[in-house]
């Protein structure tokens, strides 16, 4: 269960990254 929280938490930060990137 906390590997999910952690696979979320960690998407999240890629796709901001993404974004200010972009």
């Not at 269960?1 to 972009?22: F, G």
Request: proline fraction near 0%.
């Amino acid at each position: 269960m906390h590997l999910s929280y952690a696979t979320m938490t960690r998407s999240v930060v890629v796709v901001t990254l993404a974004l200010v990137m972009v």
